[in-house]
């Protein structure tokens, strides 16, 4: 590919005959990915969603969601674009980058709620470059802040694959003190006795059990009886996508620790959500 063409009307003409349209079309988003991010992540940001205590409602902490406009499609969803960055490689910088934003904003939100904690999304992939470790424990030092200010989130079917020098790793990460969250908990097909092992501080319910929590006895039975079983072993729970105040109603009674949803707060540009953050503080 010749990058110079990179905004020329021949760009496709490089692209070889035969291939569909979809391919073509990924190949072009990695481009621009690869743009941006060699022109200081250009077009890049991470948003703050707020995470709350479940009882409280007050807020403990943000996941950082990372966001990605291109200068011709314009927003491209993260469903999207993460499996393009996995795809190409470009993940391990762009989870630096993402790592490091939101270890300097969450050190900005401790200055408003001293305990504040960050949840940052993790891939596979950066999972299996060893020197992430490194490059985690640096910036901790760097930034001056407690790793227990720092929650990273992995997925449920990637967590419970059974490889030593994952499982090694998993531990060399909670011995820094950072805490593991296990994101998309119940899409995973794994059987509960993962909970048994997994190196996990927090389980994350996945949003498919809100769908019909207010009609189906199923999911609500599954949030109560997963809350039970993890707390049982010490690990804490969070419900993703409560959205109304009719689910929160529904739920707040199931002894789970924390909330994520739409109902307290989108993902919103840190600086708004910053600004959010001392509003309410100032209020009480
Ligand atoms: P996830 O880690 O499970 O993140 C939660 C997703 O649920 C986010 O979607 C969030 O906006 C959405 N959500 C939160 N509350 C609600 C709600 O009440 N209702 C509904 N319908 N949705 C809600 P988003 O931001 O589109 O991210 C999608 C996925 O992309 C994430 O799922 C995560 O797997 C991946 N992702 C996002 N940012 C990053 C990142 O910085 N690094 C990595 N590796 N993956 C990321
Ligand atoms: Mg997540
Ligand atoms: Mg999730
Ligand atoms: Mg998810």
Redesign the pocket.
């Known amino acids: 590919l010749d990058h110079s063409k990179r905004n020329g009307r021949n760009r496709l003409t490089f692209y070889e005959k035969g291939m569909r349209l979809h391919e073509m079309r990924e190949l072009d988003l990695i481009e621009q990915l690869r743009y941006s991010i060699e022109h200081d992540f250009i077009g890049f940001a991470?948003?703050f969603?707020p995470q709350v205590d479940a009882n409280t409602k007050q807020i403990v902490g943000a996941?950082?969601?990372?966001?990605w406009k291109s200068d011709i499609y314009g927003n491209v969803?993260?469903?999207i674009f993460?499996p393009l960055l996995e795809k190409s490689g470009l993940?391990n910088e762009a989870?630096k980058w993402?790592f490091q934003k939101a270890v300097q904003y969450c050190k900005e939100m401790t200055t408003i709620l001293p305990t504040f904690c960050v949840s940052?999304?993790?891939?596979y992939i950066?999972l299996s470059d060893l020197q992430f470790l490194a490059f985690m424990q640096q910036v901790l030092k760097e930034e001056m802040i407690d790793p227990s200010h720092i929650i990273v989130?992995m997925?449920e079917s990637y967590m419970v694959k059974n490889d030593d020098m994952q499982q090694t790793l998993f531990h060399k990460i909670r011995a820094l003190g950072i805490r593991i969250a296990m994101?998309?908990f119940g899409t995973g097909f794994s059987s509960l006795g993962v909970l048994k092992k997994a190196p996990a501080d927090i389980v994350?319910i996945?949003?498919v059990f809100?769908k019909d929590v207010l009609t189906s006895n199923f999911d609500a039975t599954f949030i109560r009886f997963i809350v039970t079983l993890c707390h049982d072993v010490n690990i804490k729970v969070l419900l993703?996508?409560?959205?109304t105040k009719e689910e929160y109603e529904k739920v707040k009674t199931m002894g789970l620790d924390y909330i994520?949803?739409?109902?307290f707060g989108?993902?919103q540009p840190f600086q708004q959500f910053k600004k959010n953050c001392e509003n309410n503080t100032s209020d009480v």
């Open positions: 991470l948003h969603q996941e950082a969601l990372a966001r969803p993260p469903l993460i993940i989870g993402i940052i999304n993790l891939s950066q989130e997925t994101d998309d994350k996945d949003k809100m993703e996508g409560v959205e994520q949803g739409y109902y989108k993902p």
